[in-house]
């Protein structure tokens, strides 16, 4: 089957063009909106020679092509369906009205935090650095490589103001991205996140330590407290969006020759009365409220509180809600200078992988499967776990389930060494490097932990049929639990060798 032909069936099986409503691409995968999702078979869909897996997230079914060919497919699936051709912002408002209180809240986190990611890993690895720097006892004994070579001193504190400069200015980061989000003016967002973290202000760490020390603004008898909120998240988001919401409504009764001159200071001021007198006072403490609590649950049980973290983490990935824990960590990150979810939760990419690479040795006959497990796997160690998700863990469901339980044991350990790491770092392989040096050692053997409990549980189940994998060798979908087991008993059959 040639290229069009192929595009053409990817057509035929998500219910063919009349199915689609807009489409658009990432780097790997065909975002699509769709007019009835049930109408598509995914079982064909995945047979076609260009699809690496299907799976559907935020409202949109996304095929899996992978990178350089998605370009080509996407040209030639809007010219075979004629498609509105749509950027991933304006689908992502075409979707925004789907699903649930929950789903849609997880979706503004998600559209709020991933565009200051880059700058939020970028600092964590330039901190994990600096420590490296630092630290004695990684380079030489008893001495860290500033004390011998003294003339790198310079260096490590350039780099440390350069990777503390994304924390100190968190609030502006979050108010700059909410403000794009919520459809207010990214500038204004500036202004107002610089506004909360103003150098005049008492910082949220100074009243931490001495609250009894906070001066006030005395408005008509309205006293107001001058502190900052350094390293906060909720109460950054929560005065964004009265920023953004004040600023369309003056919009809307203020002529246009006037705007300029009156919308700015207007909204700024009213969403800075809110925001300092009672918004981020209520939602400051709430914050510190989830990360006492998170602290205190690492506390009183680390290894169980370790143990459901990595359990859950790999099906939080798939519902989107592990973009909730990012916030936490960006809050942990800004308020403690380190996070401990994070580090934690990084064994499930190397699980995702692990389980991935198993199968690559347990699928003999399907050369597409074997060749998707192996590219899944490496995608996964480079931080990207979807493709192992999607196209090999959850389809034959018993990987995914040795992700969950090697994650867990692995999280636990981890946990229960009291591993941190500097802040949300890159994910896969390189996560080591945003973690304390002096964690290294137990991050190391809990990784290890995780790999072998997870190939040895993803094999075990293959072999045992503990599972029922309700897939054939060719990656096919059994009828019930009866051609489940069949279809598990035909891939051990085909894959004797093993």
Excluded at 128 to 146: C, Q, R, T, V, W
Excluded at 291 to 319: N, R
Excluded at 346 to 363: P, R, W
Excluded at 455 to 484: E, P
Aim: aromatic residues 12%.
């Amino acid at each position: 089957m040639g290229f069009k032909e192929n595009v053409a069936d990817i057509i035929k099986n998500i219910g063919g063009a009349e199915n689609v409503n807009s489409a658009s691409h990432c780097v790997t995968r065909l975002r699509l909106v769709l007019v009835d999702e049930s109408l598509v078979d995914k079982e064909a869909l995945e047979e076609n020679e260009l699809v690496k897996g299907t799976f559907t997230a935020s409202g949109q079914f996304q095929v899996i092509i992978g990178p350089g060919m998605i370009e080509r497919v996407y040209n030639e699936f809007v010219t075979q369906t004629g498609a509105e051709a749509v950027t991933k912002d304006d689908m992502k408002k075409e979707v925004a009205e789907k699903g649930n209180v929950i789903q849609k809240g997880v979706r503004v986190l998600a559209d709020i935090f991933i565009p200051i990611l880059p700058a939020i890993v970028a600092a964590g690895l330039l901190l994990g650095l600096n420590n490296m720097l630092a630290n004695p006892g990684i380079f030489y004994d008893e001495k860290s490589l500033l004390d011998v070579h003294t003339g790198w001193t310079g260096f490590a504190e350039f780099i440390n103001v350069i990777a503390n400069t994304a924390f100190t200015f968190l609030p502006v980061l979050i108010a700059w991205s909410a403000a794009k989000k919520f459809g207010g003016s990214p500038l204004l967002g500036i202004v107002l996140g610089l506004l909360l973290v103003h150098p005049s202000l008492m910082s949220a760490y100074a009243y931490a330590e001495n609250p009894g020390d906070v001066e006030y603004w005395s408005l008509f008898g309205w006293d107001i407290a001058k502190i900052g909120y350094q390293g906060q998240v909720l109460p950054v988001i929560f005065a964004t969006w009265i920023l953004t919401w004040s600023e369309k409504q003056l919009k809307r009764f203020i002529h246009d020759n006037l705007q300029m001159i009156f919308v700015a200071p207007l909204a700024l001021v009213f969403a800075g009365l809110l925001t300092f007198g009672v918004i981020g006072p209520i939602t400051m403490t709430g914050s510190n409220w989830i990360t006492d609590g998170i602290l205190y649950l690492f506390e009183v049980s680390p290894a169980f509180a370790g143990a459901v973290y990595g359990f859950i983490s790999g099906p939080l990935v798939i519902t989107g809600m592990h973009h909730i824990f990012l916030g936490v960590n960006l809050q942990m990150a800004g308020t403690l200078g380190y996070v401990t979810l994070w580090p934690i939760g990084e064994t499930v990419t190397l699980a995702q992988g692990a389980a991935a690479l198993t199968m690559f040795f347990i699928i003999k006959q399907n050369k597409k499967l074997k060749g998707v497990s192996l590219t899944a796997t490496l995608s996964a160690w480079l931080g990207v776990t979807e493709p192992a998700i999607y196209g090999i863990n959850l389809r034959f469901r018993y990987p995914f389930i040795a992700v969950m339980i090697g994650s867990a044991i692995g999280s636990a350990y981890l946990a229960a060494q009291g591993v941190k790491a500097t802040s949300v770092g890159v994910g896969g392989l390189l996560s080591f490097l945003s973690v304390y040096p002096e964690h290294w050692a137990f991050y190391f053997t809990g990784m290890a932990i995780t790999f072998v409990i997870t190939v040895g549980l993803t094999f075990g189940f293959f072999k045992s049929n503990f599972f029922k994998a309700g897939k054939t060798a060719d990656g096919k979908a059994g009828a019930g639990s009866g051609a489940g087991v069949k279809g598990e008993k035909k891939l051990k059959a085909e894959n004797a060798s093993v």
